[in-house]
C-alpha cells in the first residue's frame, strides 16, 4: 500500500505566479526564531553521521507492513527503533 506524495514540486516562474495571485501562504510578518546564543555554539559539538551498512534481514511481514504503512523512510525509522534498543542495553 503506497501513500500519495505530499511532496509538490514548483519552477521560479510558477512560484512568482502563485504569489501574484495572491496564494502565497508565506507571512510577510512571520516571526523570525530566536538565537541560540552564543553559549549554545561554544558547547555545540559536530557530530559526524555513522556510516550504514547494507545487509539483508528477515524480519515478520507484519512488522515489515507496519513499518511500510507508515510511509516512506520506513527503513529510517526501523534502523532508529534498533538504535534506541541498542542505546538502552548500552545504559543499563
Request: charged share 35%; proline share 3%.
Amino acid at each position: 500500500m503506497s501513500k500519495k506524495s505530499t511532496i509538490v514540486r514548483y519552477s521560479a516562474a510558477q512560484i512568482k505566479a502563485r504569489v501574484a495571485r495572491g496564494e502565497d501562504k508565506t507571512r510577510k510578518n512571520a516571526p523570525e526564531a530566536e538565537s541560540l546564543g552564543e553559549e549554545f555554539w561554544s558547547k555545540a559539538k559536530l557530530v559526524m553521521p555513522r556510516a550504514k551498512e547494507a545487509v539483508s534481514l528477515r524480519v515478520d511481514a507484519d512488522v515489515l507492513d507496519w513499518f511500510r504503512s507508515q510511509g516512506p523512510g520506513y527503513l529510517t525509522r526501523m534502523n532508529a527503533v534498533l538504535r534506541s534498543f541498542v542505546d538502552a542495553k548500552r545504559t543499563r
